[in-house]
């Protein structure tokens, strides 16, 4: 168990509709990153936040967007769904710190899998 | 940009040693990081290298070569329960500071 918790784990839905994926980090872990990982793919890097701001940024498309809160957890919104979205979306969250080699260790939730119909 | 490039499928048998080697072409540069994830699992951290050389982590070592662009994972004794993807990382010191997974090594363990 990585301490990284991610709702829902399953999800199903039709094209064109919104869904909201969360994210909580380990205990003490301020940066969050999101990962989209499609079937038999490698693991696409979205996003990265820090302590409530936008730290790093990927491939992300402007339909999907995140943020995260105070409390640290982390929500990442996909609008107007495609049936290309459906996928594995992971959470990873690490150590505090700037500088660097921060975040070269990261910690994953078990992830939440989209399907689009 | 960024890219990184691995074999994408290695078969090895068990109680063997298996080498999993990444080159990549980045902008800037922090370090390599090694991923192992089983079918249908979230990606587990292994090994970390920020300097040229070999870091040992049991029978997991992981080598890198800044010069060479070049790092490799190393498998010993290998088990049954080895058989995942191993994935490459690395980190932009750029700007943008986006991180990059290589295209992954599916590893099957064979009696």
């Known amino acids: 168990d990585s301490g990284v918790t991610q709702t829902p784990k399953h999800l199903i839905t039709a094209t064109g509709q919104r869904v909201t994926l969360r994210c909580s980090p380990r205990?003490?872990?301020?940066?969050v990153y999101w990962y989209q990982q499609s079937l038999d793919q490698g693991l696409q890097f979205l996003i990265q936040?820090?302590?409530?701001?936008?730290?790093a940024k990927g491939n992300i498309l402007e339909r999907f967007s995140a943020q995260q809160f105070p409390d640290l957890h982390s929500e990442l919104n996909l609008s107007s769904l495609e049936l290309g979205d459906s996928a594995l979306y992971f959470c990873?969250?690490?150590?505090?710190?700037?500088?660097?080699?921060?975040?070269?260790?990261?910690?994953f939730g078990p992830g939440t899998r989209l399907t689009v119909t | 940009g960024q890219s990184l490039e691995q074999p994408s499928e290695v078969t090895a048998v068990e109680g063997a040693i298996v080498q999993i080697n990444c080159t990549y072409q980045t902008s800037g540069f922090y370090g390599l990081s090694w991923y192992q994830q089983h079918d249908g699992g979230a990606p587990t951290f292994l090994s970390y290298n920020g300097l040229d050389g070999l870091e040992e982590t049991g029978r997991f070592s992981s080598f890198l070569s800044r010069s060479d662009s070049y790092g490799y994972l190393l498998l010993q004794e290998l088990q049954m329960k080895d058989s995942a993807s191993y994935f490459c990382?690395?980190?932009?010191?750029?700007?943008?500071?986006?991180?990059?997974f290589g295209t992954g090594t599916k590893l099957q363990v064979i009696p």
């Open positions: 205990s003490g872990d301020l940066s």
């Open positions: 990873a969250s690490s150590a505090s710190g700037t500088g660097k080699g921060v975040g070269y260790e990261q910690y």
């Open positions: 936040y820090y302590n409530g701001e936008e730290r």
């Open positions: 990382a690395v980190r932009d010191s750029g700007g943008y500071q986006k991180v990059t």
